[in-house]
């Protein structure tokens, strides 16, 4: 072998190496979901979006205009599992998001929806469901209508994909902007699987994914679920994107936390490790159904409720439940040193 022939070798192996040096790193921090643990696909499912790897790797939204399709049909009641290369753990806020396929044809902030529940294991075996809430009509929606975007709480399908981790810049972790459905693990805490020990909040590792079938299915509520599939259609997902994972959350980080209290009124906690002053409140972003909206639009509607040196708690001034205010509202905020928290929740009406 000559001397260039053997140069021309190294140089090939010496990249083949390296390629896959970066490969391994990548893949230790590849935070979509990497492997497909069980599908168990309904009936009428579609042959062309049969394939479950194609809820691999990173959401490619269509906008709120236009549904993926980068999916897979999970069939009438079907299921999907997946794992991930990284433990899923409960930090401040949203902890993951769901991207399903739903979108926009009729006014910028209604859906086509095709729901599904979303439920998360530690052991792969014993899983432990969200709370949802349904806040449709009580009987069958139009098929291929629209809902309004805070219909569905707690059920992946509701809200739109925007991120497209091929075609466009749209961070897949900000649940502000990034469309998809996003869950904090904290709604779990009170599970019985959670306060029995089979379930672990900061060891999670797998996301389980059903079809919602409507008018059989019902919410945390006991309240019939409608969606606008129809008898005949069901939910698609694109991807899971981990927002906080094992070694990847910050312990003085900045806080953002939404939720809806027991007594239907919205909370907002801003905070901060080092002190509420280290929140850089120019970075406050604010979207309703996914637009850019003023923070101040949501602020008249709160008042202070407690105030530390580390965090800031907001209460609705009435409840947010029952009182028509229906959509899915999204804020995030960084600290002085560029750190983020952002979280996302339905007010459903």
Known sequence: MTPCVISSVSRVLASALVFASLSLVAGAQNRFASTVVNFAPGPNGNPSFADPARALGGPRG???????????????????????????????????TVSENGFSFAAPNEIFAEVAFVEVSTNG???????????????????????PMGTFSGL??????????????????????????????AELSSHPLVTGGLVDLNDVNYVRIVDCQEGVHVDSFGALIWDHGGATSSADIDAVSVIHYSGGVSQSG???????????????ELGDANGVL??????????????????????????????????????????????????????SVKDQAGNVSADQVILPG
């Open 156 to 185: 992946v399908g509701g809200l739109p994909g925007v991120a497209n981790v091929v075609t466009n810049t749209v961070d897949p972790f900000d649940p502000v902007v990034s469309g998809g459905d996003s869950f904090d693990l």
């Open 278 to 331: 280290d929140l850089d409140l120019a970075t406050l972003a604010t979207s309703i159904d996914l637009q850019p909206a003023s923070f101040n639009v949501i602020r008249s509607l709160l008042r202070l409720q407690q105030r530390t040196a580390t965090s800031v708690i907001l209460r609705s001034k009435l409840p947010i439940v029952g009182s028509g205010l229906q959509m899915a509202l999204g804020i």
């Open 62 to 96: 269509g906008g709120i205009s236009g549904g993926s399709l980068d999916i897979v049909v999970l069939g009438i009641g079907g299921s999907l599992t997946l794992g991930f290369d990284v433990t899923i753990v409960d930090g401040p806020g949203a902890d993951f």
């Open 125 to 147: 075996v014993d899983f432990a469901r969200f709370p949802t809430r349904y806040a449709g009509p009580l009987g069958p929606l139009p098929p291929f209508g629209t809902s």
């Open 254 to 268: 900045p806080i953002v936390d939404l939720s809806i209290d027991a007594q239907g009124y919205l909370v907002l």
